[in-house]
């Protein structure tokens, strides 16, 4: 514990001649004064202990301890408002100090990381930072001069990674990003490049492209799916244009046969009366054959062979006003097995 004087009470801090003291360490003091009831720091002490001088109450006793207020050295007067104020070094800014000087000769590896954390661990317990000179000495050969500064007593300063300073109450939480500044490490992230931009545009137009996509697909599945099946009505000509026999131009389009015999015409509908098959029309043996199971049909469409149980079905056709014929598939005649025939009801033929 520190000493009381009847000007004022030094609490934790560390008395005269004393370094300049940085944000944390106040902080602290702020926080430990607070929590045994006593008087706070004023703005002029706040003041005062950056500058590494002493409180306007500790003037007597700098007086009595024969010890005149160290100024602050030029670099720290000519130094950004934003940044933490440099401790007083014991070295001169060009020189090595004897710390320094006993750690070259030991060949360890000090890499940027290392030189931050040691100088963030200057910061903490109020020790010199590490100067230019040192740094280069510890690096093993000259570094650029963006490499010194970025690891030398300014890395201390809480940067943020756009380089606005920031200012903490205390010390973060380890492992955090604010640590890291607070450290005087480089925030961890990637440089807000152009290109860094363009990739970041990229990544997300994908992400947003396939959430679009999903999207889409989802609603798509909510929607109808309407089957587009062919005409049950139609017109297939005049009579004058089919001769006598079979015509199968039509069974791909409209699975019909035009059949013309001496006296009529009819249409029979190209489905098997065993199990819907499209029969085949041989020509050569003047029937149909039904690939599936065999069965067979004369060229009227009546059943002599196979498992079909009755002759095919025939569609209703009638004369259109223009002359040409008109088929209905949707109104089949049909000759049930043992019952009467359909096929010759009007509708189910045409006379010749």
């Known amino acids: 514990m520190a000493d009381e004087s009847a000007k004022g009470i030094l609490g934790h801090l560390p008395p005269l001649p ?16 607070q929590r045994k009831g006593l008087p706070l720091l004023t703005d002029a002490d706040i003041e005062a ?19 005149t207020p160290t100024p602050a050295p030029a670099a720290t007067a000519a130094a950004p408002a934003s940044s933490v104020p440099a401790v007083a070094t014991s070295a001169p800014s060009a020189g ?36 230019d000179a040192a740094i280069v000495a510890l690096f093993g050969e000259p570094v650029p001069a963006a490499a010194a500064a970025a690891v030398n007593a300014s890395e201390a300063t809480s940067v943020s990674r756009n ?17 890291a500044a607070a450290g005087g ?36 599945f909510f929607l109808p799916r309407t089957l587009f099946e062919p005409a049950t009505t139609f017109k297939i000509g005049y009579p004058e244009e089919y001769g006598l026999g079979v015509d199968t131009k039509f069974q791909q389009r409209y699975r019909i046969w035009v059949d013309r015999t001496p006296d009529r015409i009819f249409v029979i509908y190209a489905r098997c009366t065993h199990l819907g098959c499209t029969p085949d029309w041989k020509p050569s043996e003047n029937k149909f054959k039904c690939p599936c199971h065999g069965s067979g049909y004369d060229s009227e469409g009546v059943n002599f062979e196979g498992p079909a149980p009755r002759p095919m079905d025939r569609a209703h056709i ?35």
């Open 18 to 33: 004393r370094a300049a003291l940085n944000n944390s360490v106040i902080a602290m003091e702020q926080a430990y004064r």
């Open 49 to 67: 202990l950056k500058a590494g001088h002493p409180m306007l109450w500790e003037n007597g006793d700098a007086a009595s301890a024969d010890s």
């Open 96 to 131: 090595i100090s004897e710390e320094v000087a006993k750690w070259v000769p030991a060949g360890k590896k000090w890499s940027k990381s290392t030189i931050a954390a040691e100088q963030s661990r200057r910061g903490r317990k109020a020790l010199p930072a590490l100067n």
């Open 163 to 179: 380089g606005a300073s920031t200012k903490y109450v205390g010390t973060p939480a380890v492992g955090t990003s604010r640590a």
């Open 185 to 220: 490490v480089a925030s961890i992230g990637p440089e807000d490049s152009e290109i860094n931009q363009q990739r970041r545009r990229l990544v997300w137009c994908t992400v947003a492209a396939f959430l679009a996509a999903w999207f889409f697909a989802f609603f798509r």
């Open 318 to 352: 009638e004369r259109f006003p223009d002359g040409q014929i008109l088929v209905d598939v949707s109104r089949l005649y049909q000759w049930p097995k043992g019952q009467p025939s359909q096929f010759n009801d009007d509708g189910a033929y045409l006379s010749a």
